[in-house]
């Protein structure tokens, strides 16, 4: 920028973010660079908005956070929007998948109670009357994968 005069002399270079800030916090927040670009102090970010510095050790960033909402509460709102949009993603995607295997489930099996469910109980109970098998015959793998073979919408009533 060639555009400042000599008496601006501590005119700031300009901020840079900070590299790999995961969290929005940083879009608000940026680093003084030394007349070279680098980076002067890791450690002190500067408010973007009114280059106020702060000390964050390890890139903590409660205390930015604090400043924003003490600060600058238009900030506040919109980096809460941000964190709030990252945070819904994921649940989202989860609930979308379990309404789909929910659905895919309640294809797969008769209702309890429905005509074809009741028809098959019956048969499972004629099957244990007629030939006198052990009713724990049906709870057996054996019988309940043959079961499960005839007809894989058939779920025994437990
Ligand atoms: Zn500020």
Redesign the pocket.
Known sequence: MATGGAADTVALNPLVDRKGGKSHVWKYFGFATDDQGNIIDQQKPI?K??H?SFLSKGGNTSNLIK??KD??PDLMKEFKQLQAEEDNETPQQTLKQTTVTDAFQRQQKYEKNSPEARRLNRAVAEFICMDQVPVYTVEKCGFQQMLHHFNPKYQLPS
Do not use: A, T
């Open positions: 408010c908005r009114c106020r400043h924003l600060r600058h």
